[in-house]
Antibody, heavy 117, light 113 residues
Framework: EVQLVESGGGLVQPGGSLRLSCAAS????????IHWVRQAPGKGPEWISY????????YYADSVKGRFTVSRDDARNSVFLQMNSLRAEDTAVYYC??????????WGKGTTVTVSS | DIVMTQSPDSLAVSLGERATINCKSS????????????LAWYQQKPGQPPKLLIY???TRESGVPGRFSGSGSGTHFTLTISSLQAEDVAVYYC?????????FGQGTKVEIK
């Protein structure tokens, strides 16, 4: 079965850090570009980051630029999102999403990040 | 950034009746070189991730029931559920993937009347 599984979420204090992981199964991750999308409680999805299939190109939303870093380890069939200087407004469910010929076809179930003191 | 605006914010439809959701983009998402509209529709139920229903504005994803259809081009798009079923109660989002950042509409909540 083709799937993405996120992990690494949790409760963190403002200013803290978390590293999210996105593990792929049922397909070879390095054939695909991956996006990170978050969804705050009661809100719509918000795109936050992109990494190309070979990891040479990355993009970030203005809301996270300079604080978040996306990377990938194809040997582990995984993508990572390092989140630093976390703020209360970063509280959300974080999803990794596979891009397939431009459209996005596979979403993970998400991992919850709560930033609170 | 391209702004996606959906209407209505919510609608209540009787079982078996048609539900229509509109989506407008602040600029065209039609790519002239391939004549494709970079527009997708998703369904999201509580506690679940968004599920892809439609891509390229009108192509149904594998496994999606035939009662779901997408139409439109350029800046105006429509998702139609031809005969609403109980399992279709959800929030529906449109998304443009024409340019970075990809952006989503605010969502339309579909309920049973």
């Amino acid at each position: 079965e083709v799937q993405l599984v996120e992990s690494g979420g949790g409760l963190v204090q403002p200013g803290g850090s978390l590293r999210l992981s996105c593990a792929a199964s049922g397909f070879i991750l390095n054939n695909y570009e991956i996006h990170w999308v978050r969804q705050a409680p009661g809100k719509g999805p918000e795109w936050i980051s992109y990494i190309s299939n070979i990891g040479t190109t990355t993009y970030y939303a203005d809301s996270v630029k300079g604080r978040f870093t996306v990377s990938r380890d194809d040997a582990r069939n995984s993508v990572f999102l390092q989140m630093n200087s976390l703020r209360a407004e970063d509280t959300a469910v974080y999803y990794c999403v596979r891009e397939h010929y431009d459209f996005w076809d596979v979403w993970g179930k998400g991992t919850t990040v709560t930033v609170s003191s | 950034d391209i702004v996606m605006t959906q209407s209505p914010d919510s609608l209540a439809v009787s079982l078996g009746e048609r539900a229509t959701i509109n989506c407008k983009s602040s600029q065209s998402v039609l790519y002239s070189s391939n004549s494709k509209n970079y527009l997708a529709w998703y369904q999201q139920k509580p506690g679940q991730p968004p599920k892809l229903l439609i891509y390229w504005a009108s192509t149904r994803e594998s496994g999606v029931p035939g009662r779901f259809s997408g139409s439109g081009s350029g800046t105006h798009f429509t998702l139609t559920i031809s005969s609403l079923q109980a399992e279709d109660v959800a929030v529906y989002y449109c998304q443009q993937y024409y340019s970075t950042p990809s952006t989503f509409g605010q969502g339309t909540k579909v309920e049973i009347k």
